[in-house]
């Protein structure tokens, strides 16, 4: 049963909308890359540029709560490192998609889009290893 | 690198751009065929903006044989002169632009930019600069005109006094040895002034006295406002001064920053800015003749039929109608004054033109800060460029001054108007002719 409790309490209500958010944020650059590269209407790129800051931010401060969360001894578990390394790696790509996403018009494409796909999914990735595995709540 | 002198950026970002520090000024290429490096971009564009600097007791270093002199100071943002039939020099004043912040990036560019101008209020003026006695010292300063917007384009013709403001052509009334204008002005036209990213608007008149050219730069650097953005923009206009009515003269030329009639042929000249992000040697900066007609490529292509590979929708047949211009000055050198010289300048620069080069945010190692004389024979550029005007630039590589208009005054004299330190300096040729 205390174990349960640990498990509840490992992700911070707080923590799981930036979380959560992160998915939202980063698929709307995604899809306005889309709409961007269908159109070539420079709106969506400007979307775009500012989802994409947004998406990080939103990853940025989790992740910082995750590293924080490394001083409790029981989040030092396989589950819990593996969900940091995606964060981690979620923030880098998207960190280098909105130096591309700064390019000029179509500069920032095709990599812009290749980045955008490969940024959300690691997102989506993190996300779920977070809410199955720390935030499981209701196994009992 | 000099690290202590520009602002960090330039060091993170040669860590990250594709070609480092290196493209000394010595690659940038002159004259009518510039070879042109493969565009590249790294994940940071270049970027170098050098922190002001006083001039102290120090002034820009001229030729032999010729004297440089403040001729006024403590303006408020100088930027294009006129020299008037008596002598007195307008000098029009003022900053302008209204573009909103589009992109995260121009939140950061803004911040970056800011350390690399004065922090002087835009002067929206025009000030008048006299010397009663000839010696040489413009003793009386008197500001001519006030509350325009963002005045930059002077030009006289007859008893009429134009100024192109950023959002209008408008005229005063001008008898000569007037101190300040009679009245508020006329409009004559609107120019195209949405967003105005370049808001600068050259302008000369031609040689008949009939019509005025003005140059209206592009609202982007390469459409990432989009095309629709784009309309009336990166054009020379030729518009009938009676009646304020207009068209294209010419087209694709991205920031045309000032223009001027070549005295023996009539023909108009401009000098003009073109795109960033595609490299330190890319794209140059040109002088040109101006064709009638002519479209010379942006945002299509550069330097003739370059495809430009940011632009979507590209359009081939624009590009396959672009003409290259006639000079290269290189890239990012910022070329933002010309006029012709007179034999009155002295044997070395009696032929030619002078530029004001502003000098460059767009690369790791600056280039322009000078002013520079391009050589002409026969009616045509011939030979690199010479340094004229030097010194604007610190060992430590921060910024004394960035030279703009420039004014060749008929009896051997250059004007330069410095919109850093706020000056206007006057260059004298003391030699015999």
Not at chain 1, 8 to 15: A, F, G, I, K, V
Not at chain 2, 324 to 347: N, Q, R, T
Request: charged fraction near 20%; hydrophobic fraction near 40%.
């Amino acid at each position: 049963m205390a174990t349960d409790r640990t498990f509840r309490r490992s992700l911070h209500p707080l923590h799981a909308v930036l979380l959560a958010g992160t998915i939202p944020l980063f698929l709307g650059a995604l899809l306005s890359d889309y709409a961007y590269s269908s159109t070539y209407y420079i709106q969506w790129a400007t979307f775009a540029s500012w989802l994409l800051a947004g998406g990080l931010v939103f990853a940025g401060l989790a992740l910082l709560w995750a590293i924080i969360g490394l001083i409790r001894p029981d989040h030092r578990r396989p589950d819990y490192l593996v969900y940091i390394a995606l964060l981690v790696a979620t923030w880098i790509v998207g960190f280098l998609n909105a130096l591309i996403h700064a390019r000029d018009a179509w500069g920032m494409m095709p990599t812009g889009m290749i980045l955008s796909i490969v940024m959300t999914l690691l997102a989506c990735a993190a996300t779920w290893i977070a809410f199955s595995r720390l935030h499981a709540g209701g196994q009992a | 690198m000099r690290l202590t002198s520009v602002v960090p950026v330039s060091v993170l970002s040669a860590l990250l751009s594709a070609c480092g520090d290196g493209s000394p000024a010595s690659q940038q290429e002159y004259g009518p065929n510039p070879q042109l490096p493969e565009p590249k971009r790294g994940l940071l564009p270049n970027m170098t903006v050098p922190e002001r600097a006083e001039w102290g007791d120090r002034k820009p270093t001229v030729p032999d044989d010729y004297t440089i002199t403040a001729i006024a100071t403590d303006l408020k943002i100088p930027r294009q002169t006129l020299l008037l039939p008596n002598g007195d020099i307008l000098v029009a004043e003022g900053t302008g632009g209204s573009a909103p912040l589009s992109k995260p990036k121009d939140v950061i560019a803004g911040v970056i930019k800011s350390k690399g101008t004065t922090s002087v209020e835009s002067g929206n003026r025009l000030t008048l600069l006299r010397d009663s006695d000839g010696d040489g010292s413009y003793e009386e300063q008197t500001v001519f005109a006030e509350n325009l917007n963002a005045p930059y384009g002077l030009a006289l013709v007859e008893d009429n006094l134009y100024v192109a403001n950023q959002d209008a052509l408008v005229r005063f009334d001008y008898t000569e040895g007037q101190t300040r204008a009679s009245g508020p002005p006329e409009e004559i036209t609107k120019l195209p002034s949405e967003i105005n990213h370049h808001w600068t608007k050259a302008m000369t008149a031609s040689a008949d006295g009939r019509y005025l050219y003005v140059g209206i730069g592009s609202n982007s650097n390469i459409t990432e406002r989009g095309m629709a953005a784009e309309v009336d923009r990166a054009v020379i206009w030729q518009i009938n001064r009676r009646t304020g009515a207009h068209k294209p003269y010419a087209t694709g030329l991205r920031n045309p920053t000032a223009l001027t009639i070549q005295p023996e042929t009539d023909q108009l000249w401009a000098v003009v800015n073109e795109r960033d992000e595609l490299g330190p040697n890319l794209v140059p900066d040109y002088l040109t003749t101006v064709r009638e007609g002519a479209f010379y490529g942006w945002p299509y292509s550069y330097w003739g039929q370059n495809e430009d590979p940011r632009v979507r929708p590209q359009k081939p047949d624009k590009v396959a109608s672009a003409i290259a211009p006639d000079y290269s000055l290189g890239a990012h050198v910022a070329a933002l004054g010309v006029d012709f010289s007179v034999p009155e300048m002295g044997p070395g620069y009696s032929e030619g033109v002078f530029i004001g080069e502003h000098g460059s945010w767009n690369r790791s190692n600056p280039v322009g800060y000078k002013v520079v004389f391009v050589p002409f024979n026969n009616d045509q550029p011939d030979g690199e460029p010479v340094d004229f005007m030097t010194g604007f630039l610190t060992d430590d590589g921060r910024a004394r001054g960035r030279p703009v208009g420039v004014t060749v005054d008929p009896d051997g004299a250059v004007i330069v108007a410095d919109d850093l330190s706020n000056t206007v300096w006057r260059v004298t040729y003391d030699g015999e002719e």
